[in-house]
């Protein structure tokens, strides 16, 4: 069997599930049975300033048929006295000294409140502290949250404060509400952070009722932005994870990432994984299922790394991060083209449509004559010479395996396009040219 | 019978002999999979989980495989129940699991049945082996027949530590899973390969072994530790009517182990076929008889539809197959010259309420009647061991109405070394192969604590 352990910033873990700060970490009691479940760590729901919280805190995103793809939320952080919080922290962590117990923050911007916060924490046990910039409601207008986050010289200054005082590691959590997320993770690697966790929620508007013409989650006849979390986040979340994990700043600084945003089965956590996520935490799922979930994220981990032949975290953590580029590196002689399975086709002519009215029209309905029916319907079937291998056409089907794109070498150059552009920066500029440097390179476009 | 439980469409003619025994489900494909269990909505508490005799942590196994663990799955089944791929195909689920799902009064219930097959059937074709034997505790224990509650009592202790040896007295290991089940509804493969996993786990499995003849029950009970007796049921009764004798009247057991061991080309059947009773084997004879080609197959019952002990989706998997039921007739003679030509039999009403709290059937006075027919199988429940019954008396073994007398919750019989379960003891309800399995675990449990004690059992077994 994998070992599973891992050793983040110096906090030891038996298993990289950590439940993410957010009310599955409301209390010791939660907490305590999520041990007991098996997680094997857990960020304290944000505790700090004063807050109250209002009814109908969340909208959910049902999507034909499946309940809680996406997770609106306008929730605060802690409700519960700051005393009973600490009081709890010490006795998780007495009752579980194996288990990771970090505790995340929020207080107002100023460094003596950072200060004491931290301090006050250290006294319970705690193995480490995730500072909360990401909160995008109730809080930033406030100026906490992505108040700080959003602004890299604040999350700067006030990393350094935590810094100052701190003997446990210092989790940074970014908020994904920013153009460029690489400029909150260097302010972090600047401010001296250990290390940094991502995606906090995204800035949404779950829906209207149509018939009330309320705002969801309706709070009393209003509405506003909230925080949207789940597994339909989970692409922004990897692409945001993806892009400090290679950014060289923050590699050259050595930090561990916690990867959050979307993570409902092992297979997510492993793709959060394989892009750098030394652990992993998980909220919405745990909100609509329980703790419970996370017997299939380990037996799942364990049985495809025991699979694969990997024995410990450390030889799958960030195996992809290399292969993250850019637009401008990609291999313009990469070509493929769509082939059609007709022993698969279910002949619904997805494929069809979508190629006509939104590809590049090359997939023809014609007879072929390969089954017995008396009238046999028309078959999709692919001129290869003018598909542009665009994908579309497998995308829709949905048939599993029915559409391949098939590699295909016609003696385009592998070139890329910052290699073309500095070796003819004509092409680049000139449609002429451009014309010019297709009929010599192969490509044709109809 | 839920929608998506549709057996597949097919008219005789149109298929091979093979075609027509191959498994009336096909196999689910990883997509069918995946949207099946994607539909399960992962209940806390499920109900679908204390409908299973066994405890299969049902939707756990259903979220393995939604979320692609399917070896995970397959280990969350066979925690619970070694036997977990014969079960997938045979258990009555829409009387169990699938017709305590929550989703069955609104919707459909999910497919649990198959879900499971596809996860069992996974880890068989990957030839993963998921358990150990336990570390040797010295103790020793006779299994008497390897059925499912013989072999899953086996695996168990053999998980435990135990030193386990199974007598069976036919030729393959497997009981009714292997010899009774029909074709369709799980090929002998299946079964046969349960038990390779039972010898894996270092159980020793003797085969053409009769316990009492070849070897003696005092030798069991001496040289072990305890002995677990699953014996099942015997062979078809006789009905003590004229004619029984006659060449053409078939029992309807050895029938279906045929279809189970033997080329389906060399399986003599008559073309106009009366099969007498209305239960499990009855159903399964004559389903088998019209596969093989039989052109008429009438069912012949002294009560009517309401009393028959088979299964309502049986009953419609039967009409489906296109057998005919003759209720309220009670055969009373086979007639023929030399060979089966007819059965003769006579027309019966319902009286008052028998022993049984089912109205009697009485017979209409001169209603008799001749039904045509070249092959007559009897598949009237299956005799008791009465020989066993005896001598496991003189070691103090009670019985309850001819089954072994024993205390649910240990499986334990008066002879507190002698432990029996599956259809030897099942004296009330309704017999199935997963309730065999549980009364082998019930009494693997016991053994242990008695021999043993308590510890680290509940880990293994729940
Ligand atoms: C035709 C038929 C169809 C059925 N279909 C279903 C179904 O679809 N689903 C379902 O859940 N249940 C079904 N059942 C019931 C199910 O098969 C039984 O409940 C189950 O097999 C009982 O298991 P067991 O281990 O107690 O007995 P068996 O399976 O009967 O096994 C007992 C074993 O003990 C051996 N044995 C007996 N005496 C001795 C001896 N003296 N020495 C050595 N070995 C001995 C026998 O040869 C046999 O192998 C069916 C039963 C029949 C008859
Ligand atoms: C209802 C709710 C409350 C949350 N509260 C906090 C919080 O107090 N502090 C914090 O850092 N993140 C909070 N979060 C964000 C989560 O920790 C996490 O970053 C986010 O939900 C993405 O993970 P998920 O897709 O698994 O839910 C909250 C999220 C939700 C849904
Ligand atoms: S989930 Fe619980 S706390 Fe929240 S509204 Fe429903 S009942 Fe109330
Ligand atoms: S989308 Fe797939 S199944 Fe449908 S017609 Fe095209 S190839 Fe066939
Ligand atoms: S009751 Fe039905 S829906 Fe609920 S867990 Fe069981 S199978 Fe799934």
Redesign the pocket.
């Known amino acids: 069997m994998a070992n599973l352990e891992i050793n983040f910033a110096g906090i030891k873990s038996p298993n990289p599930f950590w439940l993410?700060?957010?009310?599955p970490t409301n209390s010791g009691y939660q907490i305590q049975k999520a041990f007991e479940a098996g997680w094997g760590g857990a960020v304290w729901?944000?505790i700090g300033a004063p807050v109250l919280n209002v009814c109908n805190?969340?909208g959910t995103m049902d999507y034909k048929g499946s309940k809680i793809i996406g997770?609106n939320?306008v929730?605060l952080?802690?409700d519960r006295p700051i005393e009973i919080n600490l009081k709890e922290i010490a006795e998780t962590k007495r009752n579980f000294p194996n288990n990771a117990v970090i505790v995340?923050v929020m207080v107002e911007s100023k460094k003596e409140a950072w200060q004491e916060i931290i301090k006050r924490v250290e006294q319970t046990g705690a193995d480490g502290f995730?500072l909360?910039f990401?909160?995008p409601h109730g809080m930033s207008e406030r100026g906490m949250g992505s108040a700080m986050g959003q602004v890299p010289e604040y999350t700067c200054m006030v990393t350094e404060w935590v810094m100052d005082v701190a003997t446990k590691p210092v989790i940074v959590?970014l908020t994904p509400n920013v153009t460029d997320i690489v400029q909150p993770a260097r302010a972090a690697v600047k401010g001296r952070a250990s290390a940094i966790s991502l995606?906090?929620?995204i800035n949404s508007i779950i829906g209207v009722d149509t018939d009330t013409f309320e705002i969801k989650p309706n709070v009393g006849g209003k509405g506003g932005h909230g925080?949207y979390?789940?597994p339909a986040?989970k692409p922004i979340a990897l692409h945001l994870l993806s892009a400090v994990a290679s950014d060289l700043e923050v590699q050259k600084a050595r930090l561990p990432i916690s990867g959050?945003?979307?993570?409902e089965t092992w297979k997510d956590a492993l793709e959060f994984i394989l892009l750098g996520s030394t652990s992993v935490?998980?909220?919405?799922?745990v909100?609509h299922y329980g703790f419970r979930v996370v017997e299939d994220l380990i037996d799942g981990l364990s049985n495809w790394m025991d699979d694969k032949g990997f024995k410990t975290m450390d030889e799958i953590i960030g195996k992809s991060v290399h292969r993250i580029s850019n637009f401008g590196d990609f291999d313009l002689g990469f070509q493929t083209v769509a082939r059609i399975n007709h022993d698969k086709c279910i002949q619904c002519n997805l494929c069809y449509i979508a190629c006509e009215d939104a590809a590049h029209q090359c997939i023809d309905l014609k007879e072929l004559k390969i089954d017995s029916r008396v009238n046999e319907r028309l078959w999709p079937v692919v001129r290869e010479d003018d598909c542009v291998g665009c994908d579309l056409c497998s995308r829709v089907c949905p048939i599993d395996d029915c559409i391949t794109m098939v590699e295909h070498e016609t003696g385009r150059p592998h070139i890329t396009w910052n290699e073309l552009s500095k070796a003819k920066p004509a092409v680049v500029q000139e449609w002429g040219k451009m014309e010019e440097y297709r009929k010599t390179a192969n490509i044709d476009i109809h | 019978m839920a929608e998506h439980y549709k057996p597949v469409k097919y008219k005789a003619w149109e298929m091979s002999l093979e075609e027509r025994f191959q498994e009336v489900y096909p196999p689910l494909s990883e997509r069918d999979a995946t949207v099946e269990a994607n539909r399960c909505l992962f209940c806390y508490d499920a109900p679908c989980m204390d409908a299973c005799p066994t405890h299969i942590d049902i939707p756990t196994f259903i979220k393995k495989i939604a979320t692609g663990n399917v070896k995970g799955s397959a280990r969350t089944i066979l925690e619970s129940n070694l036997l977990g791929a014969t079960c997938a195909r045979v258990c009555p689920v829409q009387e169990l699991c699938e017709g305590a799902c929550v989703l069955e009064h609104d919707h459909k219930p999910i497919a649990i049945g198959r879900l499971q097959r596809y996860a069992t059937d996974y880890a068989i074709e990957k030839n993963i082996k998921f358990f150990e034997k336990g570390k040797p505790n010295g103790k020793k224990v006779a299994i008497v027949g390897a059925g499912p509650a013989g072999l899953s009592c086996a695996g168990e202790l053999a998980k435990l530590g135990f030193d386990v040896t199974i007598y069976e007295r036919q030729k393959l290991a497997g009981g009714l899973d292997t010899y009774g089940i029909v074709v369709f509804r799980e090929p002998i493969e299946v079964s046969l390969r349960e038990v390779k996993m039972i010898e894996e786990l270092g159980v020793t499995v003797k085969t053409g072994i009769t316990v009492g003849r070849d070897v003696p029950f005092e030798d069991l009970i001496e040289k072990n530790d305890a002995v677990f007796v699953a014996i099942g049921l015997g062979d078809v009764p006789n009905m003590e009517i004229p004619g029984e004798n006659l060449p053409g009247v078939h029992d309807g057991l050895e029938f279906i182990a045929e279809t189970k061991t033997q080329p389906l080309n060399t399986i003599k059947f008559g073309k106009r076929v009366a099969i007498i009773g209305a239960g499990n084997t009855a159903i399964d004879a004559a389903t088998i008889a019209r596969r093989l080609g039989a052109e008429r197959v009438n069912m012949i019952y002294r009560r009517s539809e309401a009393e028959m002990t088979a299964y309502h989706f049986e009953y419609e998997f039967a009409l489906g197959e296109g057998v005919s039921f003759m209720f309220l007739t009670q055969p009373i003679e086979v007639v023929g010259n030399g060979r089966v030509e007819g059965l003769k039999c006579i027309r019966m009403d319902l009286g008052a309420p028998d022993q049984s709290g089912r109205r009697a059937p009485v017979p209409v006075a001169n209603s008799e009647f001749i039904v045509e027919c070249d092959m007559v199988i009897k598949a009237i429940g299956q005799k008791k061991h009465t020989d066993v019954m005896q001598k496991l008396a003189t070691f103090g073994v009670q019985e309850t109405k001819g089954y072994i007398a024993v205390d649910t919750t240990t499986n334990r019989t008066a002879n507190p070394k002698i432990f029996a379960g599956g259809d030897c003891v099942r004296s009330i309800g309704e017999a199935s192969t997963v309730m065999a399995v549980q009364d082998g675990k019930i009494a693997a449990r016991a053994i242990h604590e008695q021999l043993v004690g308590k510890g680290e059992l509940a880990a293994s077994i729940s």
Not at chain 1, 20 to 23: D, F, I, K, M, T
């Open positions: 993410a700060s957010a009310p729901k944000t805190r969340y997770l939320n929730e952080i802690s995340s995730e909360n990401g909160c959590k995606i906090n929620t925080g979390a789940g986040v959050m945003g979307g993570i935490q998980v909220c919405t799922s909100m």
